[in-house]
């Protein structure tokens, strides 16, 4: 090797950090909240909510998130991810027996909202990552509450609508949170969370249900490197016209900055090119975020059952996007791996988390 390649090569290891190519590793990953919310939420009245309540609880338990858990951390800890983006982040209370569910469903006067909690996925995930991510923001959106019928038999009801056959009041909270990898050269600053004004409301006999969704986002720093993280989750039901309005208004508030944005989350919206079969308005969130380049986009959508071994992704819904736009050293999908299924024979979760490699610029 010659004396000036030789110098050289010491003249940029003596250059500082500020001068030297930066690299952050970010993951989306949805974590399934356990249950299509579906019977219950389009549910024409309120017995029928019931009912599906009964559905979806029973779900939720099948779907058995503490093993879950296991493999959606071992992804999480592999990924190295510096940032990282969950949706779906459930909360399930239970109360029992059952006092007419909680407002805004409950028809009952003075029923109290459930405080036992059955599952908290945050937790549980926390207990497999141990030390190696801490929570940096968490986001409270959807919750409601409605009497469960969990063995279809109205004979065995309970409290002021056991003629329903209400068993139990389950109640859900949806969370958006972010979490930081222990020992990431990544600092972090300040933290914002809000709500969409734009959302679904169903209505449940005659009861109107406001779906909150939203977003997280953290001020960030790698060496003189600043960007901004945002991670969110637009609405999945209803008009399609709902999440396009979401998006603009993300585009009006957390993403409106001259600072580097890093945009991650399930915007259930894509590239037509890449979902099959596409649906008449499912781009139209999508393309709402003008100006951010893609840098994560795999099928990462959705298996329509966790127990079977041959389903595939055929969506592209979960995303990390950039603006300005940065360069992927690489991307790669997870959760899509039998290797990956619980001993009892269920995927990690009906979305695959997707993880970039992006180049800051100088």
Same mark, same amino acid.
């Given at each position: 090797?010659?004396?000036?390649?030789?110098?050289?090569?010491?003249?940029?290891?003596?250059?500082?950090?500020?001068?030297?190519?930066?690299?952050?590793?970010?993951?989306?990953?949805?974590?399934?909240?356990?249950?299509?919310?579906?019977?219950?939420?389009?549910?024409?009245?309120?017995?029928?909510?019931?009912?599906?309540?009964?559905?979806?609880?029973?779900?939720?338990?099948?779907?058995?998130?503490?093993?879950?858990?296991?493999?959606?951390?071992?992804?999480?800890?592999?990924?190295?991810?510096?940032?990282?983006?969950?949706?779906?982040?459930?909360?399930?209370?239970?109360?029992?027996?059952?006092?007419?569910?909680?407002?805004?469903?409950?028809?009952?006067?003075?029923?109290?909202?459930?405080?036992?909690?059955?599952?908290?996925?945050?937790?549980?995930?926390?207990?497999?990552?141990?030390?190696?991510?801490?929570?940096?923001?968490?986001?409270?959106?959807?919750?409601?509450?409605?009497?469960?019928?969990?063995?279809?038999?109205?004979?065995?009801? %309970?409290? /002021?609508? =056991?003629? #329903?056959?209400?068993?139990? !009041?389950?109640? &859900? $909270?949806?969370?958006?949170?972010?979490? +930081? @990898?222990?020992?990431?050269?990544?600092?972090?600053?300040?933290?914002?969370?809000?709500?969409?004004?734009?959302?679904?409301?169903?209505?449940?006999?005659?009861?109107?249900?406001?779906?909150?969704?939203?977003?997280?986002?953290?001020?960030?720093?790698?060496?003189?490197?600043?960007?901004?993280?945002?991670?969110?989750?637009?609405?999945?039901?209803?008009?399609?016209?709902?999440?396009?309005?979401?998006?603009?208004?993300?585009?009006?508030?957390?993403?409106?900055?001259?600072?580097?944005?890093?945009?991650?989350?399930?915007?259930?919206?894509?590239?037509?090119?890449?979902?099959?079969?596409?649906?008449?308005?499912?781009?139209?969130?999508?393309?709402?975020?003008?100006?951010?380049?893609?840098?994560?986009?795999?099928?990462?959508?959705?298996?329509?059952?966790? %127990?079977? /071994?041959? =389903?595939? #992704?055929?969506?592209?819904? !979960?995303?990390? &996007? $950039?603006?300005?736009?940065?360069?992927? +050293? @690489?991307?790669?999908?997870?959760?899509?791996?039998?290797?990956?299924?619980?001993?009892?024979?269920?995927?990690?979760?009906?979305?695959?988390?997707?993880?970039?490699?992006?180049?800051?610029?100088?």
């Amino acid at each position: 090797m010659s004396r000036v390649l030789i110098a050289l090569l010491g003249a940029l290891l003596l250059l500082p950090a500020s001068a030297q190519a930066q690299e952050i590793t970010v993951m989306t990953r949805n974590l399934f909240l356990g249950a299509d919310l579906s019977p219950a939420i389009n549910a024409p009245g309120i017995p029928e909510a019931i009912n599906g309540a009964g559905t979806v609880w029973n779900e939720v338990q099948a779907t058995k998130f503490n093993e879950r858990a296991v493999p959606l951390a071992k992804e999480i800890k592999a990924s190295k991810a510096d940032l990282v983006g969950l949706q779906e982040v459930a909360l399930w209370h239970v109360q029992q027996p059952s006092d007419g569910g909680a407002p805004p469903i409950s028809p009952v006067a003075g029923a109290q909202p459930a405080t036992t909690v059955a599952f908290d996925f945050l937790a549980l995930l926390q207990k497999q990552l141990g030390s190696s991510y801490k929570v940096v923001v968490v986001n409270e959106e959807f919750q409601a509450e409605l009497p469960v019928n969990a063995d279809g038999n109205v004979a065995t009801g %309970t409290g /002021p609508l =056991a003629g #329903f056959g209400a068993d139990l !009041d389950a109640r &859900l $909270t949806m969370r958006d949170v972010i979490l +930081v @990898r222990k020992g990431s050269k990544v600092k972090l600053g300040k933290t914002r969370k809000g709500h969409f004004k734009t959302r679904y409301e169903p209505n449940v006999g005659g009861l109107k249900i406001p779906v909150d969704r939203g977003w997280t986002s953290v001020e960030a720093k790698l060496g003189q490197r600043k960007f901004r993280f945002v991670n969110t989750h637009l609405e999945a039901f209803g008009d399609t016209k709902i999440r396009e309005a979401q998006a603009k208004e993300l585009m009006a508030g957390p993403l409106k900055t001259k600072t580097q944005v890093v945009l991650v989350g399930d915007l259930n919206s894509g590239i037509a090119r890449h979902n099959q079969p596409e649906k008449p308005g499912d781009d139209l969130a999508f393309k709402a975020l003008k100006g951010f380049k893609d840098n994560g986009a795999r099928q990462s959508c959705c298996f329509s059952s966790l %127990t079977d /071994p041959r =389903a595939v #992704f055929d969506h592209t819904v !979960d995303h990390v &996007l $950039t603006k300005p736009g940065l360069k992927t +050293v @690489r991307a790669r999908v997870t959760g899509n791996d039998v290797g990956e299924r619980t001993a009892s024979g269920l995927w990690p979760s009906d979305h695959g988390g997707v993880i970039s490699r992006l180049r800051l610029r100088g």
